[in-house]
């Protein structure tokens, strides 16, 4: 059911985009349009936002079905949860990672930790930075959180039997997709608020839009035309981050079993607990470099 959702949009609006066409082939339209989006970008834009709820759906569907990848899900959440009920904890963050860099081992583990995030992929070819650069977003660059989070997992990761190695390469990616999920759900709202503010701009383009076409000058109108498929774009962006893109990470962890018990070592029972308590979120934290 929830993998054959996702193609009802594909199906559906190509037809109506037939048929509205052809209509409007023998019957031309007479009063002026709202915007310069042609009728194909309008049917774009009113599809786009339908078929990625569906992507969504579908992927939440099975990741909640997949009780490792599930427990990831309830992980990040926890954190979110946490980051929001606890204004502290995000400063205990930010205080680590700058007591790191004051001695050669928290410098050390800083460059250990980067090499997690970066492996070889951001000092590669510009394909390599550019594919590193879209499964980071923007608003998940916090090194902090990323750094808190990673280094949580790394004292669970060490305490397993046989695990006392740090990483290897075929694990590297791994790492770096889970805490970047992580890092990205509890930073979500940077991307709501992104969103919000495209819009307002966006309503705000069309009566500006409008003034522009009526003054019949050139200059003006062509690039309000730009500026409004431009904030589209970040309109249509931040609702995919929203919804299929919040899974784009979680789908791609191959050892999805090592990072569902590295996660629950961190937050203990991720089934009924919302939050974690606030004196205990400092004090492991700061607990690593003491």
């Known amino acids: 059911m929830a993998q054959s959702v996702k193609y009802i949009p594909v199906s559906v609006f190509p037809v109506v985009y037939v048929v509205h066409s052809l209509y409007r082939r023998y019957k031309p339209r007479k009063l002026p349009t709202l915007t310069s989006l042609t009728m194909l970008e309008l049917y774009v834009v009113a599809a786009t936002p339908v078929l990625v709820r569906c992507l969504g759906f579908a992927d939440a569907v099975d990741i909640i079905r997949d009780k490792d990848r599930g427990t990831i899900l309830y992980a990040a959440g926890r954190l979110r949860n946490a980051l929001k009920l606890d204004p502290n904890l995000r400063q205990s963050f930010k205080n680590l990672d700058a007591t790191m860099s004051q001695s050669p081992a928290g410098r050390e583990e800083q460059a250990r930790l980067k090499w997690l995030r970066e492996g070889d992929d951001r000092s590669g070819n510009i394909i390599q930075r550019v594919v590193w650069w879209y499964r980071h977003p923007l608003w998940s660059h916090d090194q902090s959180i990323w750094n808190g989070m990673a280094m949580l997992m790394l004292e669970e990761y060490k305490q397993k039997a046989g695990d006392t190695q740090p990483p290897?390469?075929?694990?590297?990616?791994?790492?770096?997709?889970?805490?970047?999920?992580?890092?990205?759900?509890?930073?979500?709202?940077?991307?709501?608020?992104?969103?919000?503010?495209?819009?307002?701009?966006?309503?705000?383009?069309?009566?500006?839009?409008?003034?522009?076409?009526?003054?019949?000058?050139?200059?003006?109108?062509?690039?309000?035309?730009?500026?409004?498929?431009?904030?589209?774009?970040?309109?249509?962006?931040?609702?995919?981050?929203?919804?299929?893109?919040?899974?784009?990470?979680?789908?791609?962890?191959?050892?999805?079993?090592?990072?569902?018990?590295?996660?629950?070592?961190?937050f203990g029972d991720l089934k009924f607990k919302e939050t974690v308590p606030t004196d205990e979120s400092s004090e492991m934290l700061f607990e690593l470099f003491e």
Request: aromatic letters at 12%.
């Open 168 to 266: 290897v390469e075929t694990l590297r990616r791994d790492w770096d997709l889970c805490v970047t999920y992580l890092t990205t759900v509890a930073l979500f709202s940077r991307v709501e608020k992104w969103g919000e503010k495209a819009k307002k701009l966006l309503a705000a383009s069309i009566p500006a839009a409008w003034l522009a076409r009526f003054s019949g000058r050139p200059l003006l109108y062509l690039p309000m035309g730009g500026v409004q498929r431009l904030l589209l774009g970040v309109v249509l962006y931040a609702d995919w981050a929203s919804n299929a893109g919040l899974f784009l990470h979680i789908k791609r962890i191959r050892d999805k079993t090592t990072f569902a018990h590295l996660v629950t070592g961190v």
